[in-house]
């Protein structure tokens, strides 16, 4: 549950409206994953800590980063990934597999946002991993 939606000013101009419920998607779960890590640390968020109310956006990354500099290594993983996500949808380069360059079919960015290969190349990277393992 993400209530606070108050960096539309980025989302005005820019074109990337069909993915507008991914980013909405990622975002929320980017908030969690710093809620829930906030939690860890330090046993509780002091309130209205994640509001950032109307800080400059150096102070809410510089704080972003504190919180990822503590998280656990999975959490951070998923948190970079969801960034980078985040960062492609902001630079319009999201949904382009970044292995082969061809489009990432919009279902499967539904379902694993974060993704950054076609299937095609998920599926041949996944091949090479299980003969690495073997
Ligand atoms: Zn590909």
């Known amino acids: ?10 989302g005005r101009d ?11 998607e990622l ?12 939690e860890i640390i330090s046993g509780g968020l002091s309130p209205g800590m994640e509001n950032f109310p109307d ?23 998923l948190l970079k990934k ?4 985040l960062d492609r949808i902001n630079n319009g380069t999201f949904g382009i597999c970044e292995s082969c360059g061809g489009e990432i079919s919009f279902k ?11 299937i095609e190349c998920k599926t041949r990277q996944e091949a090479d991993e299980k003969i690495r393992e073997a």
């Not at 969801?82 to 996500?85: H, P, S, T, V, Y």
């Open 1 to 10: 549950m993400v209530g606070k939606d108050r960096k539309e000013k980025k």
């Open 14 to 24: 820019s074109k990337e409206g069909k993915y507008d419920e991914i980013k909405k």
């Open 27 to 38: 975002e929320g779960q980017k908030a969690s994953l710093l809620a829930e890590s906030g």
């Open 55 to 77: 800080m400059t956006d150096q102070a809410s990354a510089e704080a972003d980063q504190n919180f990822t500099l503590r998280l656990r290594e999975r959490e951070q993983k």
């Open 82 to 85: 969801i960034d980078e996500a």
């Open 108 to 118: 499967r960015l539904e379902a694993r946002p974060v993704t950054t290969l076609c």
